[in-house]
C-alpha cells in the first residue's frame, strides 16, 4: 500500500505503523462516532420528558496531541461535534472522564465554590496492565506481549467479569483492548455509574488479593478459616486450570533452579523447601515435562496432611493465586474523575485499535490479531463501499468489533438505559403529585 492510495503525503516524522496522515484517514472514514455518542449519552439523547439533553455536553473528554500537546476539558453536545473535533484536532490518544454537573469547558466559569464544578457520574472501570506480571512471566518484560503470557489478560477478564456479574449484579460490561500491553474494563450500569469515590475504592478492594511487593516472597496471604466464595469459584473454575495447563508450562516455572527458588522462597516450612529441593536435585532429567512433574512432587507434599506448620494448608492455593490472579490498577477504579482510554482509539506505540472484547470468547482473542492503522487502510484501498454495508468499517477487519459493540453491549445497554429513564421520571411525576396533595 502505497501513501497515495489513501490519499495522503508521506510525513516521513511517524513511524509507518501510525502515519498522522493514516490516523487522519482512520478518523476520516472508520471512526464509529454515532455508536460512541449513543453509548454515552445513556439515553439521553430521546425525546422522552425524562431525558437529560445536557448529560453528553457535561461529559469530560482528553485529546493527546503530536509532541504530547494535551488537551483537558474538552466537551461536546452532539456526535457531529464530537466528529467534527476529532476530525479537526487528529488525536493520538483520546480519554474519556466523567459528568460534570456543569460543562467542562465552561468550568472557569463556576470556578467559584468547592462544589460548583464536580464530577457526578462516572463508569466504573478497571485496568490491568501485563507488564504488572513481570515477576512471574519469563517470555517477555514491559509492554511486550506474546502468546505466552497473554492467558493472563485471559484469567483476568474471566476472574473479573464473573464476579461483576454475580456477585455485583451488574449486566453492562464492556471489555477492550488496550492497544498494547492489557485489557480495560468499563461497567455501565446505572447503579455502577452512580457510585462515589468511598464506594468505588470498596469494590476495587474487593478484588484485593494481591497484595506483595516486589521484594515480597509471598505475595499473596489466603487468611481466615475459609476462603470467600469469591476465591473459591474463581480458584476451582479459573486460575488453577490455566497455571497447570498453559502457564505452568508455558513460562518453564520449574525449568531452571533460580525459577525453582522462587516458588520455594513461597513455601513457610524450612524442612519442607529442604525436602523439595532435595527431590528436584535428583530428578533433573525427567521423560516428562520437569514443570508438570516437580510441580505435583510440591502439591503431593503440601497436601499430604503430614506437615503441620502455619500456612502450608493452603500454600498450593497462594502459589497459584501469585502467578495467575488479576493485578488491578486500584487507583483508577477509586476515583469518579479519573481518565480512560477510548474504544476505538488508535495505539500511537503500536498502530493498533483498542477493540472490544467478548468476554465469552477471550480465549480466542489474540492481541497480534487486532486491527492496525495499515491493514484497514489497506482493506479500505483493495474494498469498496456497497450498499448493503452500514459503514465502510463493515468492509474491513474492524467490523466484527464494531458490530459486537452496537449488537452485543450498545442495544441491551440503551434498553436498560430507556427503562431507567422512565423509572426516574415517573417517581419525579409521583412526588411532585404528593408534594401537591394536602
Given at each position: 500500500m502505497t501513501t497515495e492510495e489513501v490519499g495522503c503525503e508521506q510525513d516521513n516524522s511517524f513511524p509507518d505503523r501510525f502515519?498522522?496522515?493514516?490516523?487522519?484517514?482512520?478518523?476520516?472514514?472508520?471512526?464509529?462516532?454515532?455508536?460512541?455518542?449513543?453509548?454515552?449519552?445513556?439515553?439521553?439523547?430521546?425525546?422522552?420528558?425524562?431525558?437529560?439533553?445536557?448529560?453528553f455536553g457535561r461529559r469530560e473528554f482528553s485529546f493527546t496531541l503530536d509532541n504530547n500537546i494535551y488537551l483537558r476539558f474538552q466537551s461536546f453536545n452532539t456526535a457531529s461535534d464530537l466528529e467534527n473535533a476529532i476530525k479537526e484536532k487528529c488525536p493520538f490518544k483520546i480519554d474519556i472522564g466523567a459528568v460534570y454537573n456543569v460543562d467542562p469547558?465552561?468550568?472557569?466559569?463556576?470556578?467559584?465554590?468547592?462544589?460548583?464544578?464536580?464530577?457526578?457520574?462516572?463508569?466504573?472501570?478497571?485496568?490491568?496492565?501485563?507488564?504488572?506480571y513481570d515477576d512471574v512471566r519469563y517470555c517477555c518484560s514491559g509492554a511486550d506481549v506474546c502468546s505466552n503470557c497473554w492467558p493472563l489478560m485471559t484469567v483476568a477478564?474471566?476472574?473479573?467479569?464473573?464476579?461483576?456479574?454475580?456477585?455485583?449484579?451488574?449486566?453492562?460490561?464492556?471489555?477492550?483492548?488496550?492497544?498494547?500491553?492489557?485489557?480495560?474494563?468499563?461497567?455501565?450500569?446505572?447503579?455502577a455509574r452512580r457510585l462515589n469515590n468511598e464506594q468505588r475504592a470498596a469494590v476495587a478492594d474487593y478484588f484485593r488479593v494481591y497484595k506483595g511487593n516486589e521484594n515480597s516472597n509471598r505475595k499473596v496471604s489466603l487468611m481466615g478459616p475459609a476462603l470467600h466464595p469469591f476465591l473459591v469459584r474463581s480458584y476451582t473454575e479459573v486460575l488453577r486450570d490455566s497455571f497447570e495447563n498453559k502457564l505452568l508450562s508455558s513460562q518453564n516455572l520449574f525449568s531452571s533452579q533460580e525459577r525453582c527458588e522462587k516458588i520455594l522462597e513461597m513455601i513457610p516450612d524450612e524442612h519442607i523447601v529442604s525436602e523439595l529441593r532435595a527431590k528436584w536435585q535428583e530428578n533433573k532429567?525427567?521423560?516428562?515435562?520437569?514443570?508438570?512433574?516437580?510441580?505435583?512432587?510440591?502439591?503431593?507434599?503440601?497436601?499430604?496432611?503430614?506437615?503441620?506448620?502455619?500456612?502450608?494448608?493452603?500454600?498450593?492455593?497462594?502459589?497459584v493465586f501469585s502467578?495467575?490472579?488479576?493485578?488491578?490498577?486500584?487507583?483508577?477504579?477509586?476515583?469518579?474523575?479519573?481518565?480512560?482510554?477510548?474504544?476505538?482509539?488508535?495505539?500511537?506505540?503500536?498502530?493498533?485499535?483498542?477493540?472490544?472484547?467478548?468476554?465469552?470468547?477471550?480465549?480466542?482473542?489474540?492481541?497480534?490479531?487486532?486491527?492496525?492503522?495499515?491493514?484497514?487502510?489497506?482493506?479500505?484501498?483493495?474494498?469498496?463501499f456497497r450498499a448493503d454495508m452500514d459503514s465502510e468499517w463493515d468492509g474491513t477487519s474492524l467490523g466484527k468489533s464494531v458490530r459486537y459493540f452496537r449488537q452485543s453491549f450498545l442495544q441491551p445497554l440503551l434498553k436498560s438505559c430507556k427503562g431507567d429513564i422512565e423509572s426516574c421520571y415517573s417517581a419525579k411525576v409521583e412526588q411532585g403529585k404528593n408534594s401537591l396533595s394536602w
Open positions: 502515519n498522522a496522515n493514516y490516523l487522519k484517514v482512520y478518523y476520516g472514514r472508520l471512526f464509529p462516532y454515532v455508536d460512541m455518542f449513543k453509548w454515552l449519552s445513556y439515553g439521553n439523547d430521546g425525546k422522552h420528558p425524562g431525558c437529560d439533553q445536557s448529560y469547558a465552561k468550568r472557569h466559569a463556576y470556578a467559584q465554590g468547592d462544589n460548583n464544578f464536580t464530577p457526578l457520574e462516572r463508569e466504573l472501570v478497571f485496568d490491568i496492565d501485563i507488564s504488572d477478564i474471566k476472574v473479573i467479569d464473573t464476579s461483576l456479574r454475580e456477585d455485583f449484579g451488574f449486566n453492562h460490561i464492556l471489555w477492550v483492548y488496550s492497544g498494547r500491553r492489557g485489557v480495560h474494563c468499563w461497567v455501565c450500569d446505572l447503579k532429567r525427567v521423560k516428562d515435562d520437569i514443570n508438570v512433574f516437580r510441580w505435583e512432587q510440591l502439591k503431593h507434599l503440601l497436601q499430604s496432611g503430614k506437615h503441620k506448620a502455619q500456612g502450608i494448608r493452603r500454600c498450593v492455593e497462594e502459589i502467578f495467575t490472579y488479576p493485578r488491578l490498577d486500584m487507583e483508577v477504579s477509586r476515583h469518579l474523575n479519573h481518565l480512560l482510554k477510548a474504544p476505538f482509539c488508535v495505539h500511537p506505540q503500536t498502530g493498533r485499535v483498542c477493540i472490544p472484547i467478548d468476554p465469552k470468547e477471550c480465549e480466542e482473542f489474540d492481541p497480534a490479531d487486532a486491527p492496525t492503522l495499515s491493514r484497514l487502510l489497506g482493506e479500505l484501498n483493495m474494498g469498496g
